[in-house]
């Protein structure tokens, strides 16, 4: 037998299951009358009910048949529905709850909003990916959710944030990867995180809204902005006197900017507000702008020249770093007391900086690897020049003039601009010329002269330059810096491998230098008795430098020396016994040898004319008792068993100490302070107190 089954209105087919007893849905939608009984919200749908396209009528009968405006859409009404395929909204929408078509991403064509639509709720339409067309915000919107229209990826054009609206949310139009052009208007005093994030399509952003509020980091509010679309032009309008901290940052240097244009109403840009952005743009700055602050454009592809207006009073660290499209002339404000830190850090196209005379302090690194640099004119107020402001800006031509207002020079300010050529004129200004500073700058040529003002100098602070003339004024008292590292002597010799350097004169005032301070310098040294000196033409014994044989057990040295150099006995492993005669008045560093295996040095005479003696030895390792003489005189570290430190644990032996009159230290010590031998007294040296030990 055959038969048809024929279902009626009435019947549910559900899991297989019939139910006869169902009654199908009269309308879509479901809707919840207000407690005025004025109008209706739409809170859901039937889901049974037959039909695809869904619209939100304009009103909807009670009752009792009367029609009531339908006024909103309430929270999570179409929550991810797949059901629906188009969209239509009422003239009366007033309101469109939080999630309210979140994740329908089945609904195409072209999404209008009806004009007297005031809220947005939060998430309202996140996730609608099929929706397109331009999104066409209402006039009386006065509320705009987060996450609004997030990851409405197809929809595009142009995005006007009405006036009525005072903040943009958080991930508001997130991931919109194909929106064109932002307008923001004056009204907007606040922006939420990652609001614009991901419009990788924008070509323009007119802002002219005054952002009370800074952002950070991770704000990324146009991260990726102008990605796809080959840049976006950003134009600032004349409400905008402060573009924030970090408003267009990028840590990925994904945002792309063609161009910025500033209206002459802005005084400050903030912190990283352009940090890592790509493109190739030129800056037109106004000249009502006063502040630049750090990081603002660092790593952003700034090209061509630049000038910064004489309005601003301050640039921060950093500020454009490493910009290595700026290729031009960098000029900078006349009003510029200081070029701070690291501003033009690793800006290797820059041809030329004008500096103006304005400017007392050039701060470290300020024009590091600026490699393409290639006039450099200092201004004549200049006082301080930092740590590494032109290292290796190797494209710098010319002499080098220095003002005679400079009193310092960093650690390697010049170090490797080897196109400086001529002689360098030192100001008597100078207090401080720091490690390394003008180290294998070759081209520095003729005689040096090292004024007294400025007193030590102590690493490879000239090394390798073609100077062949060195004369260090009276009053110096320190050079060279020596220590001794993982079992070898490392030495930075402050003339060292200068290869055209032939003559030195030393003052008569000097107190410490090494064996290393002339390294490889072809100087004609004296030598007298297997010992190595050099000084200047009244008293070429000056300074004792080293032992020409290191093999001898004892040295005479010469009644005019002054001063003993560091690391002089070095290696000098037979030797038994030295007596510094009277005379000496500086024994540097570390002169006892270094001695592996063990050396037989059993005495140590230290004359009563000796006013500086910092350590005798780094290191020792001794076979028989060392006897340590002082005799009467002023001796600045510790009298101890610390002038024989070892750092190496080494075997040692018991020293003796004896002082013979009386001496002075700096410094508390055991042996000193047996008040058995000796009384104790005060006194100040140069601003420094020492304690007066007298033999009993």
Request: aromatic content about 12%; proline content about 3%.
């Amino acid at each position: 037998f055959g038969c048809t089954l024929v279902f009626c209105a009435n019947t549910q087919n559900v899991g297989g299951q019939i139910n006869v007893n169902y009654t199908a849905p009269k309308e879509l939608l479901k809707y919840e009358k207000n407690a005025a009984g004025t109008e209706y919200k739409v809170i859901g749908y039937n889901a049974g009910f037959p039909a695809t396209e869904l619209e939100i009528p304009d009103t909807h009968a009670d009752e009792n048949g009367k029609s009531l405006p339908v006024t909103e859409i309430g929270d999570k009404a179409f929550y991810y529905s797949t059901k629906f395929t188009s969209l239509k909204i009422g003239k009366n929408i007033k309101k469109i709850g939080t999630s309210a078509f979140n994740g329908c991403n089945t609904i195409q064509g072209t999404l209008t909003l009806p004009s007297g639509l005031t809220s947005i709720g939060s998430s309202a339409f996140s996730g609608c990916s099929a929706l397109k067309g331009t999104i066409n915000l209402t006039t009386n919107l006065t509320s705009l959710g987060t996450y609004a229209f997030s990851n409405c990826n197809n929809l595009s054009g142009t995005v006007t944030i009405p006036s009525t609206l005072k903040s943009i949310g958080s991930y508001t139009f997130n991931n919109c990867a194909n929106i064109t052009s932002v307008t923001i208007p004056s009204s907007i005093t606040s922006i939420g995180n990652y609001a614009f994030y991901g419009c990788t399509k924008l070509t323009k952003i007119d802002f002219n809204a005054e952002i009370s509020k800074a952002f950070s980091s991770s704000s990324n509010v146009f991260t990726n902005a102008g990605q796809d679309s080959g840049g976006v032009a950003l134009i600032f309008g004349d409400h905008v006197a402060t573009i924030q901290d970090y408003m267009f940052y990028s840590s990925s240097a994904n945002t792309t900017i063609k161009s910025i244009s500033f209206s002459n109403t802005l005084t400050d840009i903030g912190e990283y507000a352009f940090y890592y952005c790509k493109g190739s743009f030129e800056l037109n700055l106004p000249t009502s702008l006063s502040t630049i602050k750090k990081y603002a454009f660092c790593y952003s592809n700034v090209s061509g020249d630049l000038i910064i207006p004489n309005s601003v009073e301050t640039i921060g660290d950093r500020a454009f770093a490493a910009c290595v499209g700026l290729n031009g002339k960098v000029t900078l404000s006349n009003i510029l007391d200081k070029v701070d830190d690291v501003v033009f850090y690793q800006c290797s196209n820059i041809l030329e900086i004008e500096i103006p005379q304005s400017v007392k302090t050039i701060g470290a690194s300020s024009f590091y690897q600026c490699t393409s640099l290639g006039q450099l004119t200092l201004p004549s107020k200049l006082t301080s020049i930092g740590n590494h402001a032109f290292y290796e800006c190797s494209n710098i031509k010319g002499q080098l003039t220095l003002p005679s207002t400079l009193t310092t020079i960093g650690d390697s300010t010049f170090y490797g601009c080897v196109g400086i050529t001529g002689q360098l004129n030192l100001p008597s200004s100078l207090t401080s010329i720091g490690d390394y500073a003008f180290q294998n700058c070759s081209g520095i040529s003729g005689e040096l002269v090292i004024p007294s003002t400025v007193g030590q100098l102590t690493r490879s602070n000239f090394s390798g330059t073609g100077i062949s003339s060195v004369v260090i004024e009276e009053g110096f008292e320190y050079l060279d810096y020596v220590s001794y590292s993982a079992g070898r002597i490392m030495h930075y010799g402050v003339f060292e491998s200068c290869s055209n350097l032939t003559t030195v004169s030393l003052p008569n005032s000097l107190k410490q230098i090494s064996s290393y301070t002339f390294y490889e310098c072809p100087i004609t040294y004296t030598t007298s008795n297997n010992l190595k000196y050099f000084g200047n033409s009244s008293n070429p014994y000056l300074c004792l430098i080293e032992a020409v044989n290191k093999n001898s057990k004892t040295y005479t040295i010469n009644s005019n020396c002054k001063v003993i150099g560091s690391y002089a006995f070095y290696s000098c492993r037979e030797l038994t016994s030295i007596t510094f005669p009277e005379g000496v008045k500086a024994i540097s560093h570390n002169v006892i040898p270094f001695t592996l295996p063990p050396t037989d040095l059993s005495s140590v005479t230290i004359p009563s004319t000796v006013i500086y003696m910092p350590r005798l030895c780094e290191t020792y390792n001794l076979l028989s008792t060392l006897k340590l003489t002082i005799k009467s005189g002023i001796v600045y570290e510790q009298i101890d068993r610390d002038y024989f430190y070892d750092s190496f644990g080494e075997r040692t032996r018991v020293i003796t100490i004896e002082v013979l009159t009386s001496c002075m230290s700096g410094h508390t010590n055991t042996y000193l302070n047996d008040t058995t031998k000796f009384t104790k007294s005060s006194t100040t040296i140069g601003g420094k107190a020492y304690t007066v030990f007298t033999k009993k």
